[in-house]
């Protein structure tokens, strides 16, 4: 059992920067591929990034690749999700989650999930 704890969510400008944390329960975190995905106002939940259980490994959605960048402490049991030059299309609720490397994108391939944290960018 992991329970996942999402925290940095807030209002921002557009432009600016946020830093999402997952704190995780638990002594398996570091053998499970951690992700983010987001879910705005009347849309599907988003795959957002992923990083494979060692850290070694990441992957970004396109409309993401080169302003967010995912990162994991397996020591503190902690994944991170720093947001750089935000959109107001990056306005949505933050969802971190505990799965597996493959099919790391499919909210489906994921076992837990937080209870998400409200990110929005004014523009």
């Known amino acids: 059992q992991v329970q996942l704890v999402e925290s940095g969510g807030g209002l921002v400008q557009a432009g600016g920067s946020l830093r999402l944390s997952c704190a995780a329960s638990?002594?398996?975190?570091?053998?499970?591929?951690m992700g983010w995905f987001r879910q705005g106002p009347g849309k599907e939940r988003d795959f957002v990034a992923a990083?494979?259980?060692?850290?070694?490994?990441?992957t970004y959605a396109d409309s993401v690749k080169g302003r967010f960048t995912i990162s994991r402490d397996n020591a503190k049991n902690t994944v991170y999700l720093q947001m750089n030059s935000l959109k107001p299309e990056d306005t949505a609720v933050y969802y971190c989650?505990?799965?597996?490397?493959?099919?790391?994108?499919?909210?489906?391939?994921?076992?837990?999930w937080g209870q998400g944290t409200q990110v929005t960018v004014s523009s």
């Open positions: 989650a505990a799965g597996s490397w493959p099919s790391a994108r499919t909210p489906d391939n994921y076992r837990y």
């Open positions: 638990g002594r398996t975190f570091s053998s499970y591929t």
């Open positions: 990083v494979i259980a060692s850290g070694v490994h990441t």
